[in-house]
């Protein structure tokens, strides 16, 4: 499955984003997707993900901030990022696997979105 993201941009704190994240295949709504980030000189991290009866996962630096959701029948799955913080700033890529512990642990094949830029000034 080839996974193409979008929505990043330069916000301030406090701000909102949206990043989007399209799939070309129908067989899409089977996969559990997910958001990773990684900021300069960190490692890549799960952030949100999703698996395909509609379980989500947030890590907790995120928790009550973003929200991950998927529509189905677009093949598009989404981040909403509300009240970001100067530390979310990254490069986000969205991933899709087989399974949700797949997408987490890297054990099976993981599918990778480009990366989109999130930048939040304080």
């Known amino acids: 499955v080839q996974l193409q993201a979008c929505g990043g941009g330069l916000v301030q704190a406090g701000d909102s984003l949206r990043l989007s994240c399209a799939a070309s295949?129908?067989?899409?709504?089977?996969?559990?997707m997910g958001w990773f980030r990684q900021a300069p000189g960190k490692e890549r991290e799960l952030v949100a993900g999703?698996?395909?009866?509609?379980?989500?996962y947030y890590a907790d630096s995120v928790k009550g901030r973003f929200t991950i959701f998927r529509d189905n029948a677009k093949n598009t799955g989404f981040l909403q990022m509300n009240s970001l913080k100067p530390e979310d700033t990254a490069v986000y890529y969205c991933?899709?696997?087989?399974?949700?512990?797949?997408?987490?642990?890297?054990?099976?094949?993981?599918?990778w979105g480009q990366g989109t830029l999130v930048t939040v000034s304080s």
């Open positions: 991933a899709a696997a087989m399974s949700y512990e797949w997408l987490k642990s890297g054990t099976g094949p993981r599918y």
């Open positions: 295949e129908r067989t899409f709504s089977a996969y559990a």
């Open positions: 999703i698996n395909w009866g509609g379980t989500t």
